[in-house]
């Protein structure tokens, strides 16, 4: 254990980041889930709505600094990609 004010701090902080980040990651498998079961069930409207909360998840996890922008790119396009093979 830190002994250090400052390092004490820091465990707190990194603590509470670290609590966020697995939220909005747990967050966005959940959404990534429901487009994969949608699909899955070749249903294309409910698949349309999924990937649609999904794109949304994924960009704000972007943006929180979450995922790098090119692991979005690959989710987003993965996804969009498995949607629109749906016949």
Known sequence: MANIKSAKKRILVNRTKAARNK???????????KVDTAVANKDKEAAGAALTNAISAIS?????????????????SRLTKAVNSIG
């Open 23 to 33: 939220a909005i990651k747990s967050a966005v498998k959940t959404a990534i889930k």
């Open 60 to 76: 704000m996890a972007t943006s929180k600094g979450v995922y790098h922008k090119n692991n979005c790119a690959r989710k987003v």
